[in-house]
């Protein structure tokens, strides 16, 4: 039972355009979403969080959108850089914190010159 | 003190043999996570710590599967009796419950092949 889904398994966009990956989760009882970036051979780093008692968190060029009614959430990066190439992980907790991640099965974002 | 550290990167086993993989954790961080993530996959909880209690552990896998953080600093995890199905990467994560434990930093992982 995937109770976090990441239904775009690979996503390709131009540099300098917006990259908008995607979530979607079914228990309602997640509180509290995260996003991390992996690259090959290294452990997941952390990007953005959000709680849900808000629907948007911004930090530099990343943006993470909840819509709790939908049960969605989505990671926009603008401008897309090169360098953002690398596997997206969301993960949701139900503790309202970090801790007890569930995670979804990963979107590969290649960013192309 | 530059991040989780985690030991060894790359383990091959036999079938039927025994495993520990060391994780330690960010110094000041309390809590202590162990992931297991497969090909394909996202990482899979499994356990955690705060400090040196274990507060759940019913995720692990298999009784084959136990760990240890005795002191509330470097964890050990522990796979007794290896099968090829315990092929994967394994992950430790740490995060501070103090600031409200919002972001968990993760290892490089330790890559487990059973052959």
């Known amino acids: 039972d995937q109770q976090v889904k990441q239904n775009s398994p690979s996503l390709s966009v131009q540099e300098g355009r917006i990259s908008i990956l995607n979530c979607d989760y079914t228990?309602?009882?997640?509180?509290?979403f995260l996003w991390y970036k992996k690259y090959p051979a290294e452990g997941p780093t952390f990007l953005i969080s959000i709680s849900s008692i808000k629907d948007k968190n911004e930090d530099g060029r990343f943006t993470v959108f909840l819509n709790k009614s939908a049960k969605h959430l989505s990671l926009h990066i603008v401008p897309s850089q090169p360098g953002d190439s690398a596997v997206y992980f969301c993960?949701?907790?139900?503790?309202?914190?970090?801790?007890?991640?569930?995670f979804g099965t990963g979107t590969r974002l290649q960013v192309t010159l | 003190d530059t991040g989780v550290s985690q030991n060894p990167r790359h383990k091959i086993t036999k079938r039927g043999q025994n495993v520990t993989f060391r994780c330690d954790p960010i110094?000041?961080?309390?809590?202590l996570y162990w992931y297991r993530q497969t090909l394909g996959q996202g990482p899979e909880f499994l356990t955690y710590?705060?400090?040196?209690?274990?507060?759940?552990k019913s995720r692990l896998l298999s009784d084959r599967f136990s760990a240890e953080r005795p002191k509330g600093s470097f964890s050990t995890l522990e796979i007794q009796r290896t099968e090829q199905g315990d092929s994967a990467m394994y992950l430790c994560?740490?995060?501070?419950?103090?600031?409200?434990?919002?972001?968990?930093?993760f290892g490089q992982g330790t890559r487990l092949t059973v052959v």
């Open positions: 993960a949701a907790s139900d503790t309202g914190t970090a801790s007890k991640l569930t």
């Open positions: 228990n309602s009882m997640f509180d509290y």
């Open positions: 710590f705060q400090n040196e209690a274990q507060l759940e």
């Open positions: 994560a740490s995060s501070l419950l103090q600031i409200g434990d919002t972001e968990a930093f």
């Open positions: 110094s000041e961080h309390n809590r």
